[in-house]
């Protein structure tokens, strides 16, 4: 049912070894009383081939393994259930990552690495956490006094009309919702700002960055598509088989400061004679800073990254008409758009009530 030479018939072999999967038998104590556990290659074999497959969801796997031939076999006939997918994932994190490292070493004995291109490249992914509750301290503790005010605001308005008598009971019960709501939120962020210190940014200068309530290791940053909360996962790769060597998730909007960790982290996993002079290690132009080619230099690493500031750096550019030119008109495409958004202070607006018009910035409105 799986067929020969798959990815899917490979991983169950990989996962019959128990030297493999050992760093899960630590948790199995129900020897003798309580249910019989799934072992854990059952259920590493399930998650990573619906990883394979693109879904995350634990509800998910649960029905494919209800559904689907090849998760069944798997799955060895079993249905394990959403609840117990989930607590699998989130209590074996870091057995995973070393399970990981067990099958990047087989890989390597095995030949299917090359050693000779490493190629990092990342992208922006977002995760489940609101934007909105995203904030430096200082802004967090604002936002939790204006929540307490909202809440002490409705509370004195129906103090005022409580001997009305036109105000029914739905009234109340949804004004004592909405406090009980203002009042929750604002004590979920007093706590966050007491057990939380500040989150200071990876630059040259350490200032402070906004944190979140919901997940404080992701970071508010601005893509394609829009501003998201998200994560930076950026990944190394080798070019003979294209098998990942390291993989690793950033809290950061900017890609400069992941590339010397993706370099300590191969070389953890290979050892620190990794980067070879016939080795070539390849980033864009997202990875380049001035703190990361002193690194790169430093080390001896042999590495092509492109240079972000070569344009200013260039006297072929900085003396070329046509990109000095293009740098201008960029500048004021920029200003324009930020006047554009912003606000128009009140003193622009003349109204005229006996003709009902209004000159707001030289242009005559009708009032309607």
């Not at 067990?102 to 490493?118: N, T």
């Not at 490249?121 to 934007?131: E, L, Q, V």
């Not at 004679?273 to 080619?293: C, N, Q, R, W, Y």
Request: proline fraction near 2%.
């Amino acid at each position: 049912m799986l067929g020969n030479n798959t990815f899917e018939h490979c991983l169950y072999h990989l996962l019959e070894n128990d030297e493999i999967v050992s760093d899960f038998f630590a948790r199995y104590k129900n020897k003798n009383v309580g249910r019989k556990a799934y072992p854990p290659a059952l259920l590493l074999r399930v998650i990573f081939y619906a990883y394979y497959r693109g879904h995350t969801s634990s509800r998910v796997i649960e029905s494919l393994c209800k559904t689907d031939l090849k998760f069944i076999a798997l799955a060895a006939g079993r249905q394990p259930h959403f609840t117990t997918i989930a607590n699998f994932v989130s209590a074996n994190c870091e057995a995973m990552g070393h399970l990981f490292h067990k099958v990047l070493l087989i890989c390597d004995q095995s030949g299917l690495i090359g050693k000779e291109h490493f190629a990092i490249d990342g992208c922006k992914i977002p995760t489940n956490a609101s934007k909105h509750w995203s904030g430096t301290h200082k802004e967090l503790r604002k936002k939790s006094e204006k929540l307490k005010q909202a809440a002490e605001k409705i509370i004195n308005k129906h103090m005022s009309s409580d001997s009305d008598t036109s105000s029914g009971k739905i009234l109340k019960d949804e004004q004592k919702q909405t406090i009980e709501t203002l009042l929750k939120n604002a004590k979920k962020i007093d706590k966050f700002l007491s057990e939380n210190q500040p989150r200071m940014g990876q630059g040259k200068r350490k200032q402070e960055v906004q944190s979140n309530i919901t997940d404080n290791q992701s970071a508010k940053m601005t893509t394609s598509k829009g501003t998201i909360q998200g994560m930076v996962c950026v990944t190394a790769a080798d070019e003979k088989h294209q098998i990942i060597v390291h993989a690793q998730a950033f809290g950061m909007g900017q890609e400069q400061a992941t590339l010397i960790p993706m370099v300590e982290g191969i070389k953890n996993n290979f050892g620190n004679d990794i980067f070879k002079p016939s080795l070539v290690l390849t980033a864009d132009t997202g990875f380049s800073s001035e703190a990361t080619m002193q690194y790169l230099f430093d080390e001896k690493i042999n590495a092509v990254v492109p240079d972000n500031q070569f344009r200013k750096r260039n006297p072929v550019f900085a003396e070329s008409d046509f990109y000095n030119k293009h740098k201008e008109l960029r500048k004021k495409t920029r200003k324009d758009k930020a006047k554009t958004n912003m606000a128009i202070d009140s003193s622009e607006f003349k109204v005229n009530l006996h003709s009902n018009t209004c000159i707001c910035q030289g242009k005559r409105m009708n009032i309607l």
